[in-house]
């Protein structure tokens, strides 16, 4: 697998945090291998029956028609799938990539941010079905646990993903460590009332609350079920 020259200085061992030599980690010697075409740098565990379900390859095909009408339908109509993408660039694209897409699924807010842009997401089915339709780089991972050196993105977005972590804290610690300061995030999730069905669901406060302890500025926006948001990471 080519991935550009741009982002192999950015990669890290997920485990330890070294560098990485090839696809092997310079420091405690694990080799990461490609699964098909994609880098398989995946340490953490997801959400058993999400798991199950990100896996089925008819899932990932008929994502993209659920993802252009979901936001309108959960925002209650107060926004739409083209609008939260404009906000999305509107918000990133000024800082400068390189650009991180956590959870990319099939690849809808790396396309939009440019060419300098990286999918991230565990699921093979997933980034199968993202390289066909928006080509650009992909990798295998966990938001947990994010393949790159601290200060590689200038902006990281992190969609419904959100929703499905198993540690919401540790993924925003992490989005943390790689943006460069003063670098921002785009976040977009189900809000509260409380967990549902294994996913996170957090309150206004409570998320603006966990964001803004791991180092990030944060105003959250909501519409309807869905909250919107845009953090900076803080100089200390």
């Not at 192999?8 to 980690?25: I, K, M, Q, V, Y």
């Not at 993408?85 to 918000?91: E, F, G, M």
């Not at 300098?116 to 079905?129: E, T």
């Not at 804290?169 to 977009?188: I, K, N, P, Q």
Request: hydrophobic share 40%.
């Amino acid at each position: 697998m080519a991935l550009p020259p741009w982002l192999l200085p950015l990669l890290a061992c997920p485990r330890c945090g070294a560098g990485l030599e090839g696809f092997s980690c310079s420091r405690c010697g694990v080799r990461y291998p490609l699964r098909g075409p994609f880098l398989d740098l995946r340490t953490g565990k997801e959400q058993p029956l999400l798991a199950l379900v990100n896996h089925f390859p008819l899932t990932a095909w008929g994502y993209d028609a659920w993802r252009r009408r979901s936001t309108a339908l959960l925002s209650g109509g107060t926004l739409t799938f083209s609008e939260e993408r404009a906000l999305l660039c509107s918000w990133l694209l000024p800082r400068g990539g390189p650009f991180l897409d956590v959870g990319t699924g099939t690849g809808v807010y790396r396309e939009a941010l440019g060419e300098r842009a990286v999918g991230l997401d565990p699921s093979p089915a997933f980034l199968k079905v993202a390289a066909r339709r928006r080509p650009g780089p992909y990798l295998l991972g966990h938001g947990e646990a994010l393949p790159f050196r601290e200060g590689s993105f200038g902006g990281v977005a992190i969609g419904p993903t959100w929703n499905e972590f198993q540690d919401p804290r540790r993924a925003a610690l992490e989005a943390r460590r790689v943006l460069r300061e003063g670098g921002r995030l785009f976040g977009m999730l189900l809000l509260g009332p409380g967990a549902s069905l294994g996913l996170y669901r957090p309150g206004e406060e409570a998320f603006v609350n966990l964001l803004e302890v791991v180092g990030f500025r944060t105003e959250l926006r909501r519409y309807g079920k869905l909250g919107l948001v845009f953090a900076e990471a803080a100089v200390p």
